[in-house]
């Protein structure tokens, strides 16, 4: 496992820490001796999973950054927050994401699931990018979608840029149903990472990057 090739307790950053996944993965890494580091938007989400950690690792270190990932400009804001506090980062796990029923634009002008799906975990990565380079051997996780297995063409403009209303599947109502898989669960890869094969690893750079699809 990951955690035996680094110190005795690695420094894991998990986003979406709260719910589901994010939360598993929080309560699993603890039990293993992780200093975990989290995001999250809501503080008694975040209370209820600080809780639930020590009830099941007693003294886990756990710190907390609250961040609403629809809002870029914050997410490069905490990602700085973040490298100024933890010099050393072993494991990113990028997991926080969601599923809208209705568009919702934020204020930067992106669709809220393309902002926090897509553009919030490339730039919290390439916020972070050299601490996990300074960290060697370090891993970054990105979860996807199992939905993303069924993504078509990708277009820039018209994938990430389209802000037309959705049908209440989560599709675009002008592609629904003839083009409704994939749009708005397209891939997520980290941007540091190339291609080769299911694994990924940037050159010279000491870490990895991996991606999921639980």
Not at 51 to 76: K, M
């Amino acid at each position: 496992m990951v955690l035996c090739q680094m110190s005795a307790r690695p420094k894991i950053l998990i986003t979406g820490a709260t719910d589901g996944i994010g939360q598993l993965a929080a309560l699993s890494l603890a039990r293993y001796g992780a200093h975990l580091i989290l995001t999250a938007r809501s503080k008694a989400k975040a209370d209820q999973t600080c809780a639930a950690i020590e009830a099941i690792a007693p003294g886990t270190p756990v710190d907390v950054h609250f961040v609403d990932f629809s809002d870029l400009a914050a997410v490069v804001r905490t990602g700085k927050a973040i490298a100024a506090r933890h010099p050393r980062i072993d494991v990113l796990i990028n997991n926080a994401g969601l599923h809208a029923f209705e568009q919702r634009v934020t204020a930067d002008g992106y669709a809220e699931m393309i902002a926090v799906n897509y553009f919030a975990p490339w730039l919290l990565t390439d916020t972070l990018r050299e601490t996990l380079v300074h960290s060697a051997p370090s891993r970054i996780v990105t979860v996807g979608s199992e939905a993303s297995r069924q993504s078509g063409a990708f277009d820039i403009e018209k994938d990430l840029l389209d802000i037309r209303p959705l049908h209440r599947t989560g599709i675009i109502k002008d592609l629904w149903p003839h083009q409704a898989s994939g749009h708005h669960v397209l891939p997520r890869t980290s941007p540091a990472a190339r291609r080769d094969g299911g694994r990924r690893q940037l050159p010279m750079s000491g870490f990895q990057c991996h991606r999921a699809r639980p």
